[in-house]
């Protein structure tokens, strides 16, 4: 592959990202059944109901987690996008392609929580937890983000900048 | 790559040749299915959203912006998006978001409501709320599209369907009967109540919803009433229980049925009437007025009108009329007895009566008191009646009222039967007490046997049961039930009768038919002992038949003076020479006599004088010989010197009877003994001068003989016994107190 695939498809899949994004955030991940009481929840609402249940830090690391994160991730990417080609900061863009790689790694664990939510919570009539299609954008948010960061090398910020 | 660049040159190796993008326009097929889904799921979800409704509901507990959803058919049909109390603070605004395929419940006509858990004794509904939560029900209305309902603050009793036909019941009170409560037609349940209401009038009302399919069966004509939940009537057939279905059981019912034959459906809302049971439900005639002066049994919406013994209408109303002092009854009858209502109807109000003459209307007893209707259905049509007020087979008015006085009045009491010759004649109206402490006792006489009260008309008690006995009877009488109980008086004239009696007369009232009887004037009789003569007890004889009653007994100058009365037809009994005299019990070795008297009692033996009539004292006799007394005949006297012969003795005429002993007597110097004799009226001619008495019935005599003469009559006769025989010259007939010789040898 070479590297201007690699950027097209790199570019392409941070556009993705972004689409995804907003419904990822809009429509519920799950839906929560506690005591019969149906609770569709999205990220952010998650993130509400943790917090108004008096549990602000663990609200916060969720937040960060879910939301501040692919969201930055997704300018971060964005924004060496845009970059590309420029010879301004390729040693500042480089830290951020590697940071963002970084982050990456951990970029699935909302993605891995849910699916154990699912296959835990499933407590009959009492409680139970569906997954909704608000996961399916989130995880495609960050597949996009994932691969976005990984197609694009940090020799590709160099490359170009120093003819 | 490499063939698309042109060749770069070794020193040529800054320029950028903008590569051509054709080749990788396949990497935005990423974007592009992002887009897509998103947009898919923008469109989708835009597209599933219904109209937005606002609900209004007095309260919305458990209702929660987000998610409460709305349930119809138990389908999710959409979610409340907003709780907000409206300006006035009297309301709670809901916002539910319908679905898109729900959209048509935002139609004029639909209902919400919040189903919550209701248990209760009629039903229990919304359990799965208990887990769920509250949800907000709908019910599909039928109108225009709107937004803005009016929430119902409890669940319709039909959720599914609107009901087809509504109907109201008017009645003056609903007792028991509630929402929920179910209605029949036929016994089959086809609607409920849905609401119980009173308007601004002040009536009461229950509003029944039919069952789309059974709506047909409600018609112009029909006639509810009510069902009581468990009714438990009593009536000439016994007791019985029902219990119309186990929902009624609790609630109580309402019934319908149409009676008459025409009705047509009937629209929505139409107005009908309550009666309170099915006899008035039934009774659909025109209301028409009874007016009595006296209503006591009667009760509104209970009583019973009957025509022939069934049961046509019943008393709705009753208004008393407290200036003309009426009770004015508003009735009504079944249809089909309306013809009966004419000018010549008559009513009567029957109540039980457990009266000494009789139970009558014994089963209003257990029904209550009802109306008789008697009518030939001829005549004017008429709507206004004058009721009679009565007792079954009793001529109200007529007959004439009597007063009676007495002694005492152990156990009489008013309506004790007053009875002639065995027929109930009339009745004890009243017992009071008279003037001079006497008690008073105010008989009415019954119009048919006013005639048999006469002047001379005599009053006697009933006793409520008597005992008598006599020789060979032992008889117990009990004078009907009534009389059982109470007693009652008799009454009858045993002369000839005197003028009819009127209103104004007294009469006395004697305490047995023995002294009724006993209407003579007294005669008084002077005995040296009185031992067993009870006043008003002790019957006069004659001939061994009751004739009188001793009315007094009293000691005066050391002897005890009775005063007794003789029947009517006795009054040759007061004669000069007439014989009283106490018969008694005598048990002696001469035998038994008077054997009658140790069950009836003593009592007088009469023997009617020849001289004329008389005031005077009689003197009594004590006597043990009642057979002397009731000799008569011709009185001789036979004298002899020693003789077994006793009193008694039978005195034989060729082995004929003719007479007897009655005396033996020492005579007035001692020497000798003297036997008075009765020779039958009817044989006295057989006697003469020179007749000659044997003692015939010597057993010691007879014993010497070894001819056996021994005669059986020794053993009848063990008084032994005289004959006499005449000569073949008889002398001249004798003449009372003749003294004969008694010989030991018959005439040879």
């Not at chain 2, 009185?635 to 009655?662: C, F, H, L």
Request: net charge negative; hydrophobic share 45%; glycine share 10%.
């Amino acid at each position: 592959m070479t590297d201007a695939t690699r950027l097209e498809l790199s570019r392409a899949l941070v556009v993705a990202g972004l689409i995804l994004y907003v419904p990822a955030n809009i429509m519920p991940v799950m839906i929560m059944t506690v005591a019969g009481e149906v609770a569709p929840l999205t990220v952010m609402g998650g993130v509400q109901e943790l917090y108004d249940s008096g549990l602000a830090p663990v609200a916060a690391v969720v937040f960060v987690a879910s939301i501040m994160i692919p969201f930055l991730k997704l300018i971060g990417l964005s924004w060496l996008m845009l970059m590309h080609g420029s010879d301004q900061l390729p040693r500042e863009r480089t830290t951020l392609l590697r940071v963002l790689h970084q982050i990456g790694t951990w970029s699935m664990i909302d993605i891995f929580l849910l699916g154990v939510l699912v296959a835990v919570g499933q407590l009959g009539i009492l409680a139970s937890v569906e997954a909704q299609a608000g996961g399916l954008f989130f995880a495609a948010v960050l597949l996009c983000s994932l691969f976005a960061a990984d197609l694009y090398q940090p020799r590709m910020i160099w490359q170009l900048a120093s003819p | 790559m490499n063939t698309n660049h042109p060749e770069p040159s070794e020193e040529d190796h800054g320029k950028v040749v903008a590569a051509p993008r054709v080749h990788r326009l396949w990497a935005w097929i990423f974007p592009a299915l992002a887009a897509a889904a998103g947009a898919w799921l923008l469109w989708s979800n835009w597209t599933s959203k219904g109209p937005e409704i606002q609900v209004h509901f007095t309260e919305a507990p458990g209702i929660q912006s987000g998610k409460t959803v709305l349930i119809y058919r138990g389908v999710t049909s959409g979610n409340v998006t907003g709780v907000s109390l409206n300006k006035g603070m009297d309301g709670v605004l809901v916002t539910i978001r319908l679905k898109a395929f729900a959209s048509d419940l935002a139609s004029e006509g639909t209902d919400f409501w919040i189903d919550q858990p209701v248990i209760s004794l009629q039903q229990t509904t919304g359990l799965d709320s208990i887990i769920q939560g509250n949800s907000i029900q709908a019910r599909m209305g039928a109108g225009a599209s709107t937004t803005t309902f009016k929430g119902l603050s409890r669940a319709p009793l039909t959720p599914l369907d609107s009901p087809s036909l509504e109907i109201s019941l008017r009645a003056p009170s609903i007792p028991f009967l509630g929402r929920g409560a179910p209605v029949y037609h036929k016994g089959v349940a086809v609607g409920l109540v849905r609401n119980k209401k009173i308007d601004k009038s002040g009536g009461t009302s229950l509003q029944v919803i039919i069952d789309k399919e059974h709506a047909h069966l409600v018609l112009d004509t029909s006639r509810f009433w009510i069902l009581p939940a468990t009714s438990l009537q009593f009536s000439a057939r016994g007791a019985s229980l029902d219990i119309a279905g186990l929902a009624a059981l609790i609630q109580g019912g309402i019934a319908f049925d149409a009676f008459a034959p025409d009705g047509k459906p009937v629209e929505d809302h139409a107005d009908f009437e309550l009666a309170p049971q099915e006899f008035s439900a039934r009774a659909d005639g025109p209301r028409f007025k009874i007016t009595f002066e006296n209503a006591q049994g009667l009760l509104a919406g209970e009583t019973r009108i009957t025509y022939l013994g069934q049961p046509v209408g019943y008393i709705e109303t009753l208004q008393v009329d407290s200036q003309r002092k009426l009770v004015d009854a508003t009735a009504r009858l079944e249809a089909s007895f309306s013809p009966l209502l004419t000018s010549d109807s008559k009513f009567t109000l029957i109540r039980p009566s457990v009266s000494l003459r009789g139970v009558s209307g014994l089963e209003t007893l257990i029904s209550g008191a009802m109306i008789a209707l008697e009518s030939e259905g001829q005549g004017e049509p008429a709507l206004q009646f004058v009721g009679n007020v009565g007792t079954e087979g009793i001529p109200q008015d007529g007959g004439v009222i009597v007063d009676v006085q007495a002694e005492n009045l152990p156990n009489l009491d008013a309506g004790a039967p007053v009875y002639h010759r065995g027929l109930v004649a009339g009745e004890v109206l009243e017992k009071r007490m008279g003037e001079g402490e006497i008690p008073i006792l105010k008989i009415q006489i019954h119009q048919e046997f006013q005639a048999a009260l006469r002047t001379n008309s005599r009053f006697w008690r009933v006793a409520a049961t008597s005992v008598s006995a006599g020789p060979g009877m032992l008889e117990a009488k009990i004078q009907g039930l009534s009389a059982l109980l109470d007693g009652g008086i008799a009454f009858d004239a045993f002369e000839e009768p005197g003028n009819p009696a009127s209103g104004t007369d007294n009469f006395q009232l004697f305490d047995s038919e023995t002294a009724a009887r006993a209407i003579s004037e007294p005669i008084r009789i002077a005995f040296k002992n009185g031992q067993g003569l009870l006043a008003g007890k002790t019957a006069l004889r004659y001939l061994g038949l009751p004739v009188g009653l001793v009315d007094s007994i009293r000691t005066t100058n050391g002897r005890v003076e009775v005063t007794a009365r003789v029947n009517s037809g006795y009054e040759f009994l007061r004669r000069k020479g007439s014989i009283f005299a106490i018969v008694q019990a005598q048990v002696s070795l001469q035998g038994l006599t008077g054997l009658e008297t140790i069950l009836s009692g003593v009592y007088i033996e009469c023997i009617p004088g020849t001289g004329s009539f008389t005031d005077g004292l009689f003197l009594g006799q004590s006597s043990s010989e009642p057979e002397l007394l009731e000799r008569e005949g011709l009185e001789i006297r036979i004298t002899s010197q020693k003789t077994a012969i006793r009193a008694g003795a039978p005195i034989i005429y060729r082995d004929m009877t003719v007479g007897e002993i009655t005396k033996k007597t020492l005579s007035a110097d001692g020497k000798e003994i003297e036997l008075t004799a009765v020779i039958d009226r009817k044989y006295q001619s057989l006697l003469r001068t020179n007749s000659h008495f044997w003692d015939a019935g010597g057993v010691e005599a007879s014993i010497g003989f070894i001819k056996l003469k021994v005669k059986s009559q020794t053993l009848i006769a063990p008084d032994g016994k005289v004959a006499f025989a005449n000569p073949s010259d008889p002398g001249d007939p004798v003449k009372p107190g003749h003294v004969f010789l008694l010989s030991d040898k018959p005439l040879k």
